[in-house]
C-alpha cells in the first residue's frame, strides 16, 4: 500500500447543470498536498465528493493515479456526497495524517481500488493546539 504525508490541503465547491433535461450536479473537492519528497515531488489526491458517484454501479474502482508526469503524481478519488464530512472533519481535526492508497492495474491504466486516511501510529485527538481566548 502506497502512502504519502500530508501536509496541507484546500476546499472547493462547485455547482454545475447540464443536459437536456437539466441535471444538477454538487461536487465538494478536497485537493490534499503531500510534504515535500527528499526529491522535492508533491504527490496530491483530488478527493471529489459527488452526487453523481452517491449511486455508482460501475467499475469496482475508487478512483485513477494519474502518473504521466512522474515529478507531479495526481490521485483522482470519486466519493459519495453524503462522505465529505467525514473526510473534513479528520482533515481538520487531527495531524498528522497519512493519506493511504492501493494501486489496481485495470486494462493497463492505474486505478485506485482503496484509499485511507488516517492518523497511522498517532493516538486520535492529537491534532493541533487549542490557541483560542
Known amino acids: 500500500m502506497a502512502s504519502f504525508l500530508v501536509e ?40 471529489n465528493f459527488s452526487t453523481t458517484w452517491d449511486n455508482w454501479a460501475g467499475t469496482p474502482v475508487v478512483g485513477f493515479l494519474n502518473s504521466l ?10 466519493l459519495p456526497s453524503a462522505e465529505f464530512s467525514f473526510w473534513y472533519d479528520v482533515l481538520r481535526s487531527e495531524k498528522p495524517l497519512t493519506f493511504f492508497y492501493d494501486v489496481t492495474l485495470v486494462g493497463g491504466a492505474t486505478y485506485i481500488s482503496k484509499f485511507s486516511l488516517g492518523t497511522s501510529t498517532e493516538p486520535i485527538g492529537e491534532g493541533p493546539d487549542d490557541v483560542s481566548p
Do not use: D, F, M
Not at 433535461?21 to 485537493?31: A, F, K, L
Open 8 to 47: 496541507s490541503y484546500k476546499l472547493r465547491l462547485e455547482l454545475q447543470r447540464s443536459g437536456n433535461p437539466v441535471i444538477t450536479t454538487r461536487n465538494r473537492i478536497i485537493e490534499i498536498a503531500s510534504v515535500p519528497e527528499t526529491h522535492g515531488i508533491v504527490e496530491r489526491a483530488i478527493l
Open 69 to 78: 508526469n512522474p515529478l507531479q503524481p495526481v490521485l483522482a478519488g470519486w
